[in-house]
């Protein structure tokens, strides 16, 4: 379980200060970074840190000291550090050390999840403590230390001494867990209450006894002298009582402001997450989307200013969205520059986190100022920038924009807990602009195809199941002589003779129960005129996602004059047949009566050459 969560931050904080108050001369990123760690998830008190990089701090940490016991001081530290903030608060809640050691199983867990803790009273200022390493957890002997350290400290939440811990079982010394016996010393007004209650009663005691030994005079001045002793220690031991709730109330009222603090900053949070949800998952327009998120972000988060910028069409450069925070004069600056994308000398954070996909968080701008341009520093130094997030907005692996925070007034500086806030918003911001950006594409496409649609002289249609037009061009509108509005929903029937309806019924049904297309050549109407005409159709069926029929789709042509141009070519044919046939049989005929007459031209011919007489001649 090396690589699991198993140490909340807090711990590794307390170290941090513990270093910074004793070791000021030690710098503490350097051992961090070492860890795998960072001052912000080290601030985040819901960052869980695992046993490999808990062991690598240490290890830095006892290193650079020189100091062995390095564990068992911070442990002792954390009674005076900040770093325990919710859990020291829920301690002091108690305001009586046995019900805190008592109550150590419920309240170890809220800095380890490596260990299962028990306690039992053995005296009224005496506990044992018994703590059991979970399985597969590799806790090392220092950690042993620490939690020694930190049960000595426990008592110095409401007293000013230490508790004694011994520790007579070790698991690091082969036992099967660690045994703990934590003694504390009684409190000063604890004692006093002591004193008081003897005075008291020792005073009672002797004025009965002595009243029938002295005489009345010396018994009273005793009485009054028992008295004020005894009144006298019932004042200090009170003044004492309340000097020590004060104490303990003072520093339990820090504690529940920081704790309210805490809590009204996860409030805003959880509602934040919920109004961006509820906001934008149905609007499909971009700007209105990023005018939607920075308007939430400004009413619900703590960030002094924030924007969001996105790539230009041709995503060579960054620009500002929208933004919240800024006066008129920087958010000027940020409408008329840009982070240019496809120049490489571009390193400023924001284009690295655009091109790289991950979040940046800086704390001390100073930190990554040598790594930025000349003009990166100039752009920064003009904004006042001092700590920023900088986060990516992305869907499917591709970046969509960056949504940007930064400091300028508050102090508070940015923890992972903020960075993570920002990158699960950022997640639904992309949803949303993935969703408008299809939507207008979508759009584009649909305009792309309706004018395509209108532009072609065929008309184009389609139907549901009952024949009624849900969709069709203007040249369907001419063909049929109909407006638009009069066609929407129009039945064929209604400008189809019977037998025509008919059989359309039939062509159709045998489409959608073959799923095959179909191409009708003769499909006669009656426009609104009255007026008939012919046309061609070709007809597809039109199904759901699933294959479901959901109606039919086609190409119409009306062909009226090309049938009449038909017609009269057909006619025009056999004319023209008609008039060779008769050339054909005339000829014919001028051919069978001419060959028998030349032969009788012929042998009158050849008569008239021989001697006839007149009569024959005649003849």
């Known amino acids: 379980m090396d690589n699991h969560p198993l140490y909340n931050s807090r711990i590794i904080r307390t170290y941090v200060e513990y270093l910074q108050r004793n070791y000021p001369d030690i710098a503490t990123e350097p051992i961090l970074a070492l860890a795998g760690m960072t001052a912000s998830e ?337 752009f920064v130094r003009q904004m006042r920038t001092q700590s920023f997030i900088c986060v990516p907005i992305l869907y499917e692996h591709e970046s969509l924009g960056l949504i940007i925070v930064d400091n300028i007034r508050s102090k508070r500086s940015f923890t992972t807990s903020d960075m993570n806030l920002l990158m699960s918003v950022a997640s639904q911001a992309a949803i949303s602009m993935a969703n408008a950006i299809s939507f207008q594409k979508l759009q584009a496409s649909e305009e792309k195809y309706r004018t395509i649609l209108e532009s072609i002289e065929e008309g184009y249609f389609e139907v549901d199941l009952s024949g009624n037009l849900t969709f069709f061009n203007d040249s369907v509108c001419k063909i049929l002589g109909y407006a638009h509005g009069e066609l929407r929903n129009m039945n064929n029937r209604e400008y189809t003779d019977a037998d025509t309806a008919a059989k359309m019924f039939g062509i159709f049904n045998e489409i959608f129960r073959t799923g095959r297309p179909a191409t009708i050549m003769d499909y006669q109407i009656v426009r609104k005129d009255g007026g008939k005409r012919a046309l061609e159709i070709s007809a597809y069926l039109m199904t759901d996602q699933e294959g479901k029929p959901i109606g039919f789709r086609g190409v119409v042509r009306d062909v009226t004059e090309k049938k009449e141009a038909e017609e009269m070519r057909r006619a025009k044919l056999a004319a023209e047949a008609a008039s060779i046939a008769k050339s054909r049989f005339l000829a014919n005929m001028s051919h069978e009566i001419r060959t028998p007459l030349n032969g009788i031209i012929g042998m009158t011919e050849v008569a008239m050459m021989t001697e006839m007489d007149n009569h024959q001649r005649n003849i």
């Open 42 to 378: 080290v601030r985040d008190g819901a960052h869980w840190f695992t046993q490999n990089q808990v062991d690598r701090f240490y290890k830095r940490a006892e290193l650079e000291t020189g100091n062995p016991n390095i564990a068992r001081e911070a442990g002792r530290f954390s009674a005076s550090a900040e770093g325990l903030g919710a859990a020291k608060q829920y301690t002091l809640g108690l305001l009586n050390l046995t019900s805190i050691y008592l109550l150590m199983g419920k309240l170890y867990p809220l800095l380890s999840r490596g260990a299962d803790v028990q306690a039992k009273k053995i005296k009224f200022n005496k506990v044992e403590i018994i703590v059991t390493p979970k399985s597969g957890v590799d806790e090392k002997p220092y950690q042993c230390d620490n939690r020694i350290g930190f049960f000595e400290a426990i008592a110095e939440f409401l007293h000013k001494e230490p508790a004694k811990v011994e520790h007579p079982s070790c698991f690091h010394k082969g036992d099967t867990r660690c045994h703990y016996v934590v003694t504390w010393e009684r409190s000063p007004a604890h004692r006093w209450k002591q004193v008081r209650n003897y005075a008291f009663l020792i005073g009672m005691t002797a004025s009965l006894a002595l009243f029938f030994l002295l005489h009345f005079n010396a018994w009273g001045l005793f009485v009054l002298i028992a008295g004020f002793l005894t009144v006298s220690f019932a004042f200090g031991c009170q003044h004492i009582e309340k000097k020590e709730l004060i104490h303990t109330l003072k520093t339990q009222g820090d504690a529940a402001k920081d704790l309210l603090e805490e809590t009204n900053i996860r409030y805003n949070h959880a509602i934040f997450v919920q109004e961006i949800g509820q906001a934008i998952s149905s609007v499909l327009d971009i700007d209105a989307l990023i005018k939607t998120v920075v308007r939430i972000m400004e009413k619900r988060l703590d960030f002094d200013r924030g924007m969001i910028m996105t790539p230009d069409k041709q995503k060579a450069r960054l620009i500002y969205r929208g933004g919240y925070g800024y006066e008129s004069e920087m958010e000027e600056v940020l409408r008329t520059t840009g982070f240019h994308l496809d120049n490489p000398r571009s390193r400023g954070a924001a284009v690295e986190a655009f091109k790289k996909q991950k979040p940046f968080l800086v704390n001390d701008i100073a930190e990554i100022e040598k790594d930025l341009s000349e003009r990166s520093r100039a």
